[in-house]
């Protein structure tokens, strides 16, 4: 997209769907948590806050829209934020179930998969001694016999319903592949620019945490898109999470951080916070001296349709 000053947008992943309890005290479960969690990181300069939903009882990933609404209003009362609902969810939950919450509340960002994938950390399950928990264990290992589905049709499905309602999308991409995916329904005119592109590295499943899988992407982009017509995103999973951020900005980037992607805040070191984890990448890119974006900046960067037009 045209330069407007080079300011670099800070998403903000609050949860997720991946991470379970016992591997950090700090992650939010609890309506209250993510509520607080999230308005905390919006406040520190997170232009974009994208959400996933958890059983309160035990933290256990959830579609539930009873519960979405229980911190989600909450998040926008009290924030200007761009507020990025999860059409992924979890590799548990069917598309109808993952579609539940956005298609109430068309939101104007959501997160798209652009395609379908192994996705997994079950090797972590090997270093958890003492689960909080009785679901995780085989929630974590189960993962190794599990897909994430996103086909064509779901895809396509995703773009018209809730693209329908003027919601516009991260696009997430964890392969080359989904690079092409993605242009194939621009291709069928089902996606317009400005693109915003979610680059995702060090997933099990997806590509590698190394800086030259981000060039070969970024490259990609530019020639399957124009770099006049697209958004630039990073998110790094676990350790690879700040190096490989900054490395996007540098590109000409923008950023996601959050206890979603990683639960460190340095090496052996849990972040307290997703705010703490949003203070950190602000202060290395004002440092490399770049703008920070608000979040009016994030709609008309992303062309986005506004939070007064979104159901409440």
């Known amino acids: 997209m045209k330069d407007t000053g080079r300011k670099v947008i800070i998403s903000c992943a609050v949860t997720g769907a991946t991470h379970v309890p016992s591997m950090s005290e700090h992650l939010p479960l609890t309506p209250g948590d993510i509520r607080d969690q999230a308005i905390e990181a919006a406040e520190a300069g997170a232009a974009i806050i994208h959400l996933h939903a958890r059983d309160p009882e035990d933290g256990r990933p959830t579609p539930s829209p009873d519960i979405f609404r229980r911190f989600v209003?909450?998040?926008?009362?009290?924030?200007?934020?761009?507020?990025?609902?999860?059409?992924?969810?979890?590799?548990?939950?069917?598309?109808?179930?993952?579609?539940?919450?956005?298609?109430?509340?068309?939101?104007?960002?959501?997160?798209?998969?652009?395609g379908s994938m192994n996705f997994s950390i079950h090797p972590l399950a090997a270093k958890i001694s003492s689960w909080r928990y009785g679901w995780e264990k085989a929630y974590v290992e189960g993962m190794e016999d599990m897909i994430f589905r996103n086909t064509f049709k779901d895809i396509k499905r995703i773009l018209l319903e809730l693209g329908g309602h003027g919601t516009r999308f991260e696009f997430e991409c964890y392969d080359l592949g989904h690079l092409y995916n993605l242009a194939h329904f621009v291709d069928e005119g089902l996606i317009k620019p400005p693109f915003f592109i979610q680059s995702v590295f060090g997933i099990l499943g997806g590509m590698g945490a190394d800086p030259e899988n981000m060039t070969v992407m970024r490259s990609t982009a530019d020639r399957l898109f124009g770099r006049e017509n697209y958004h630039f995103s990073v998110l790094g999973a676990g350790r690879h999470q700040m190096s490989l951020v900054t490395m996007s900005a540098i590109m000409g980037g923008n950023v996601r951080v959050g206890l979603e992607d990683s639960v460190y805040i340095a090496k052996g070191v849990k972040a307290e916070s997703n705010a703490q984890q949003v203070r950190k990448i602000r202060r290395i890119l004002e440092e490399l001296s770049f703008e920070i974006a608000t979040p009016a900046d994030a709609r008309e960067m992303l062309g986005l349709k506004g939070a007064d037009k979104v159901t409440p």
């Open 73 to 114: 209003p909450a998040i926008a009362e009290a924030t200007d934020a761009v507020i990025n609902i999860t059409t992924g969810g979890s590799t548990r939950m069917t598309l109808e179930e993952r579609l539940a919450y956005p298609l109430l509340a068309r939101p104007e960002m959501c997160s798209l998969n652009m």
